[in-house]
């Protein structure tokens, strides 16, 4: 302080707001631990400290001071910090905002990408794409404030001007331009055209050109579906009474074991990525009863098919004190009566978008795996080649029998043989050579497996024993069963899959963000 002392200290002999300036930098020194006891004693104390011997002329200023101090104070607070109280108000737009009653006629600010500039001469169409859809703006060289020369493609921006309805433009409304502010540059042109309704090029250029790809109306459309059904699993199952919950992906042991594991060395010991939540969901149904998880798995399968991907996302879920495997096929029904409302309800335009059926769900039909194979075969000529699992082009049509015969999009596929079936799946009562699961089918493709799992210790141990298995590395698990749990069964859907074939697509990488397959590791 004596420092700062002496080279203040003219300052402080003949202007006031220099001591009141002073003494503000004094408490916050001052209220550091070191000197708080120095501060308590009094306002003045720090200044005879520091051998400092006011004259006449201060005397008026510290009294006037000490009556200021509080406020002083404050002020210097709010200098240096700000109370962060929630999200702002912006005063730009979005889609819906705009769309919103009373709006017409009035002066409104947007921002935006520029999606395509179409120049007609006097006038020039400038859409943008915003989160929510496509927004045109229109340039009138004698009225807009600017040189469209200035602005192309990919420019993000900020613009003003009057709302107008539009038969014509996307939502029905356009914005007649009267300033437009660029926010930011692309460095190069687009590698792709997106702007155009359908990206006719190669699924392996939208796939290495991806973050780009994506800012096409109708591809970045199916990833909204997506969010709807991910969306729909949530709130439906939250409405059941289920509890999300997250578990590990890096595991000492797998649960559906097998060779298709990623193998990695976990601090200089072996461990896998998961191939999915199993374990943990079985655990966890002794702790919430009801448990659901939407999440990453890892199948090492070295497919390279239209069907397959090495990392997708699975919607998992199982429930306890469950009556048999028809309450999970239940359960299954009512998230897609759901998610299909929902939609039909908040997606609408997305499905506009894409021209997509929203499939039946009211009611789906449930027949045995060996019963819809002799249909199959003999509906449609087929020699049946394996007896213990469906082979695609029987899910092909298995769905097309179903939707002949039933009118059904859906099918449940149920008693599927042991054999093919993980240690956990209990084995039907009446027949132990089949099991109390199930696979459901979507026009043509598995996109749920799932079951009721044994839920008796010794049982499941006996099994284990059946299979030539150990307990090695799956004590954990065990210990669940070991200390009571009830009778419980659930399910695994493949996000992508479902996904792909809401929308009619022939690979499941174009519903796949950002694939990870046999030949790609990025973007």
């Given at each position: 302080?004596?420092?700062?002392?002496?080279?203040?200290?003219?300052?402080?002999?003949?202007?006031?707001?220099?001591?009141?300036?002073?003494?503000?930098?004094?408490?916050?020194?001052?209220?550091?631990?070191?000197?708080?006891?120095?501060?308590?004693?009094?306002?003045?104390?720090?200044?005879?400290?520091?051998?400092?011997?006011?004259?006449?002329?201060?005397?008026?200023?510290?009294?006037?001071?000490?009556?200021?101090?509080?406020?002083?104070?404050?002020?210097?607070?709010?200098?240096?910090?700000?109370?962060?109280?929630?999200v702002k108000k912006k005063e730009t737009l979005e889609l819906s905002e705009l769309?919103?009653?009373?709006?017409?006629?009035?002066?409104?600010?947007?921002?935006?990408?520029?999606?395509?500039?179409?120049?007609?001469?006097?006038?020039?169409?400038?859409?943008?794409?915003?989160?929510?859809?496509?927004?045109?703006?229109?340039?009138?060289?004698?009225?807009?404030?600017?040189?469209?020369?200035?602005?192309?493609?990919?420019?993000?921006?900020?613009?003003?001007?009057?709302?107008?309805?539009?038969?014509?433009?996307?939502?029905?409304?356009?914005?007649?331009?009267?300033?437009?502010?660029?926010?930011?540059?692309?460095?190069?042109?687009?590698?792709?055209?997106?702007?155009?309704?359908?990206?006719?090029?190669?699924?392996?250029?939208?796939?290495?050109?991806?973050?780009?790809?994506?800012?096409?109306?109708?591809?970045?459309?199916?990833?909204?579906?997506?969010?709807?059904?991910?969306?729909?699993?949530?709130?439906?199952?939250?409405?059941?009474?289920?509890?999300?919950?997250?578990?590990?992906?890096?595991?000492?042991?797998?649960?559906?074991?097998?060779?298709?594991?990623?193998?990695?060395?976990?601090?200089?010991?072996?461990?896998?990525?998961?191939?999915?939540?199993?374990?943990?969901?079985?655990?966890?149904?002794?702790?919430?009863?009801?448990?659901?998880?939407?999440?990453?798995?890892?199948?090492?399968?070295?497919?390279?098919?239209?069907?397959?991907?090495?990392?997708?996302?699975?919607?998992?879920?199982?429930?306890?004190?469950?009556?048999?495997?028809?309450?999970?096929?239940?359960?299954?029904?009512?998230?897609?009566?759901?998610?299909?409302?929902?939609?039909?309800?908040?997606?609408?335009?997305?499905?506009?978008?894409?021209?997509?059926?929203?499939?039946?769900?009211?009611?789906?039909?449930?027949?045995?795996?060996?019963?819809?194979?002799?249909?199959?075969?003999?509906?449609?000529?087929?020699?049946?080649?394996?007896?213990?699992?469906?082979?695609?082009?029987?899910?092909?049509?298995?769905?097309?029998?179903?939707?002949?015969?039933?009118?059904?999009?859906?099918?449940?596929?149920?008693?599927?043989?042991?054999?093919?079936?993980?240690?956990?799946?209990?084995?039907?009562?009446?027949?132990?050579?089949?099991?109390?699961?199930?696979?459901?089918?979507?026009?043509?493709?598995?996109?749920?497996?799932?079951?009721?799992?044994?839920?008796?210790?010794?049982?499941?141990?006996?099994?284990?024993?059946?299979?030539?298995?150990?307990?090695?590395?799956?004590?954990?698990?065990?210990?669940?069963?070991?200390?009571?749990?009830?009778?419980?069964?659930?399910?695994?859907?493949?996000?992508?899959?479902?996904?792909?074939?809401?929308?009619?697509?022939?690979?499941?990488?174009?519903?796949?963000?950002?694939?990870?397959?046999?030949?790609?590791?990025?973007?």
């Amino acid at each position: 302080g004596n420092t700062l002392e002496q080279t203040e200290r003219k300052q402080f002999r003949f202007k006031f707001t220099a001591i009141a300036s002073r003494a503000v930098r004094w408490h916050a020194l001052c209220a550091r631990d070191e000197f708080k006891d120095e501060f308590k004693s009094g306002w003045y104390r720090g200044y005879y400290d520091c051998n400092f011997r006011p004259g006449i002329l201060m005397y008026p200023g510290a009294f006037l001071f000490r009556k200021l101090l509080p406020g002083m104070l404050e002020s210097e607070r709010r200098r240096i910090m700000e109370f962060v109280t929630g999200v702002k108000k912006k005063e730009t737009l979005e889609l819906s905002e705009l769309l919103e009653e009373g709006r017409i006629g009035t002066e409104v600010k947007v921002n935006g990408a520029i999606h395509t500039i179409r120049d007609m001469g006097t006038i020039a169409f400038i859409i943008l794409r915003k989160r929510e859809g496509l927004v045109q703006c229109v340039y009138e060289e004698d009225i807009s404030k600017f040189d469209l020369k200035d602005v192309k493609e990919a420019d993000t921006v900020e613009v003003t001007g009057v709302l107008v309805e539009s038969a014509k433009a996307p939502n029905g409304i356009e914005i007649r331009l009267g300033e437009l502010k660029i926010l930011s540059e692309p460095a190069e042109p687009m590698p792709l055209p997106i702007a155009k309704w359908k990206l006719n090029t190669s699924l392996e250029a939208k796939l290495n050109y991806r973050p780009i790809s994506l800012r096409n109306i109708r591809e970045r459309a199916k990833f909204r579906i997506q969010e709807g059904i991910v969306r729909g699993f949530r709130d439906f199952l939250y409405k059941e009474g289920f509890t999300e919950i997250h578990t590990p992906k890096i595991g000492a042991k797998s649960a559906e074991g097998g060779a298709n594991l990623f193998r990695l060395e976990y601090f200089h010991r072996p461990a896998i990525l998961q191939q999915s939540p199993q374990f943990y969901k079985q655990m966890m149904v002794g702790v919430f009863d009801r448990v659901f998880e939407t999440a990453p798995v890892f199948r090492a399968e070295k497919h390279n098919t239209k069907r397959h991907l090495n990392e997708y996302t699975s919607l998992d879920f199982e429930m306890g004190y469950i009556d048999g495997f028809e309450d999970i096929m239940a359960m299954e029904t009512g998230f897609l009566q759901y998610t299909m409302e929902l939609l039909k309800k908040e997606y609408a335009r997305e499905l506009q978008i894409l021209n997509i059926e929203v499939p039946k769900t009211d009611n789906i039909p449930a027949v045995r795996f060996d019963e819809i194979k002799r249909l199959v075969s003999e509906k449609y000529d087929r020699k049946i080649k394996n007896p213990f699992d469906l082979e695609p082009e029987e899910e092909t049509l298995i769905s097309r029998y179903a939707k002949e015969e039933w009118d059904a999009d859906f099918v449940f596929v149920t008693h599927y043989p042991s054999k093919k079936r993980p240690f956990y799946a209990m084995d039907d009562p009446e027949d132990p050579t089949y099991t109390l699961s199930f696979d459901l089918l979507f026009r043509g493709m598995e996109i749920t497996t799932g079951g009721q799992r044994i839920h008796d210790y010794h049982e499941l141990l006996a099994k284990m024993e059946k299979r030539g298995m150990t307990d090695e590395g799956m004590e954990q698990y065990l210990s669940a069963f070991k200390h009571g749990m009830p009778p419980h069964g659930g399910l695994g859907i493949g996000m992508e899959r479902l996904t792909m074939k809401m929308m009619n697509e022939d690979n499941v990488r174009e519903t796949t963000l950002f694939p990870r397959d046999l030949s790609r590791l990025e973007p």
